[in-house]
């Protein structure tokens, strides 16, 4: 069974930065980072192949956030930068087909 380990999630002010990790126990095709805010569904913000080629944002994030992989460390990674109040959400890491890990929450303070 694979297991994934999130960390990084933190407090930050508006228009502040925070690096989000992803650790696997194993070797993972597609990884994909969601997030799911109180009360919201959750919802898609970044995928990567198992290469690290083709990254794919939504619209949200675009221009903001990046994801990438070490492929190594079986390690994918969310570089968040000017971070806004409506980023607040606890953030998962998914990898293909269907494994999750246990979530970090990132608040983002106006």
């Known amino acids: 069974q694979l297991q994934l380990v999130e960390s990084g999630g933190d407090f930050v002010h508006t228009g502040g930065s925070l690096r989000l990790s992803c650790a696997a126990s194993?070797?993972?095709?597609?990884m994909s980072w969601y997030r799911q805010a109180p009360g919201k569904v959750r919802e898609l913000v970044a995928s990567?192949?198992?290469?690290?080629?083709?990254?794919t944002y939504a619209d949200f994030v675009k221009g903001r956030f990046t994801i990438s992989r070490d492929t190594v460390k079986n390690t994918v990674y969310l570089q968040m930068s000017s971070l806004k109040p409506e980023d607040t959400a606890v953030y998962y890491c998914?990898?293909?087909?269907?494994?999750w890990g246990q979530g970090t929450q990132v608040t983002v303070s106006s």
């Open positions: 990567i192949t198992s290469a690290g080629s083709t990254p």
């Open positions: 194993g070797f993972t095709y597609r």
């Open positions: 998914k990898a293909w087909p269907n494994y």
